[in-house]
């Protein structure tokens, strides 16, 4: 089973930015497409952003369209999220997870294992 651990995350005013970070702890000969949710206090899990396993395919929610970019480094087993002009409303436990498939889903039961989660705090 591959473990994932999210780094990054952090205090920032708003406007601000944040490089989220999630290492996978083996290796795997098995193609695995990445993602990030959120969830806020008192909130639903929700889906941010995802990668394909050939870093092909990218989706992204629509609050998050051109501040966030996903990306990855299949060598390094690290998955990045590179958050820009950082809102309160972005204020979260950010959570990677993986699914053994190539393609992306925004669907949170569909992947197969989740990091521990990574708080971000956005002050106004």
């Known amino acids: 089973q591959v473990q994932l651990v999210e780094s990054g995350g952090g205090e920032v005013q708003a406007g601000g930015s944040l490089r989220l970070s999630c290492a996978a702890s083996?290796?795997?000969?098995?193609?695995?497409?990445m993602a990030w949710f959120r969830q806020a206090p008192g909130k639903e899990r929700e889906f941010v952003a995802s990668?394909?396993?050939?870093?092909?395919?990218?989706d992204y929610t629509d609050s998050v369209k051109g501040r966030f970019t996903i990306s990855r480094d299949n060598h390094k087993n690290t998955v990045y999220l590179q958050m820009n002009n950082l809102k309160p409303e972005d204020t979260a436990v950010y959570y990677c997870?993986?699914?053994?498939?190539?393609?992306?889903?925004?669907?949170?039961?569909?992947?197969?294992?989740w990091g521990q989660g990574t708080q971000v705090t956005v002050s106004s």
């Open positions: 990668i394909s396993w050939g870093s092909m395919i990218t």
């Open positions: 997870a993986g699914r053994y498939d190539t393609v992306v889903s925004v669907t949170g039961y569909e992947y197969n294992f």
């Open positions: 083996a290796r795997t000969s098995r193609s695995i497409a």
